[in-house]
Structures are given as C-alpha cells and as structure tokens.
C-alpha cells in the first residue's frame, strides 16, 4: 500500500471528465460507518474505484494527485488480481467536487458526499446537522443498493 498524499490536484477539465467516466463506470462514491473503541460508531465519506488494469489506477493517482493504492490477489488463481485507488473525507470531497459537472450515474451521491462533508464538526453539530448526516447516509445507501 502506498502513503497517501493530502492535497487534491486542480484537474483540467478533459483530466475531471476522464476520472468522472471511471468513477461513473467502475467507481463508487459512498458513506462508510466505521466504530469507535467502545462501541460507537462514526461515518466517513469515501471515493474509490477498483480495476485490473494498472495503467488505469496509476492514472487515476496522477491526474487527482492523491489516494491509496491497495493491490488484492484473488484466491482464484484464474482471475487477474484487482488494484484498489481510495481516498477519504476532504481529499475524497475536493475529488468529488471537480468531477460533478461530468458525472452522470453517480451525481446524486456526489452531492450528498459534499454535503456531508459540510456537517464535519468532529462531533460538535449545530440545532439538526446530526440529524441530516443521517439523512445523507441512508440517502447515500440506498443510492449504492444494486438495481437501483
């Protein structure tokens, strides 16, 4: 895995219409709940997108100039092994903030990702923003049900 990078590049308009067909067609934008030692839970946006082809991943690290790279082989010695780009919270939402004029499938969720990022206060919310991050979440997950 390699150390992720914090800053999001300014992407030229062709580059965020490249990445936005990727993110479209093979990625996933979406809210993870993830626990707190104790029990607790807490949500963390997340963008990502996974292929076989190297050349595709590499591309999406240098045009966003941030994100994780995860490499995972499959127990199916048949089958290519599969590369994983993934960034969170703001890098995920300054990504997503330059893809949204291009993306198409997935433009909903990409406005709930930016407006989830706005309610971040690290657990201190004003009168209603915990419970519009709730809101966004299930909004969130029922956009990324298959079939839907």
């Known amino acids: 895995m390699t150390r992720p990078t914090w800053t999001a590049r300014l992407m030229s308009p062709c580059e965020a219409a490249w990445v936005a067909g990727i ?13 707190y030692p104790g029990g607790r839970r807490y949500h963390v946006s997340s963008l990502s997108a996974c292929n076989t082809d190297t050349e595709l991943i590499a591309r999406l690290v240098e045009y966003t100039g941030i994100g994780r790279l995860c490499f995972n082989r499959r127990a ?3 089958r290519k092994e599969i590369w994983r780009w993934q960034t969170d919270q703001r890098q995920a939402a300054a990504v997503v903030e330059q893809l949204l004029p291009w993306l198409t499938a997935k433009r909903r969720v990409g406005e709930l990702l930016l407006e989830f990022q706005t309610l971040r ?9 915990a419970e519009r991050q709730q ?10 049900l298959r079939g839907s």
């Open 121 to 129: 206060h690290c657990g201190k919310y004003r009168p209603g923003e």
């Open 23 to 35: 993110i479209d067609g093979e990625g996933t934008i979406t809210i993870r709940t993830k626990p």
């Open 76 to 78: 199916n010695h048949k």
């Open 135 to 144: 809101e966004i979440v299930a909004e969130v997950r029922a956009c990324n």
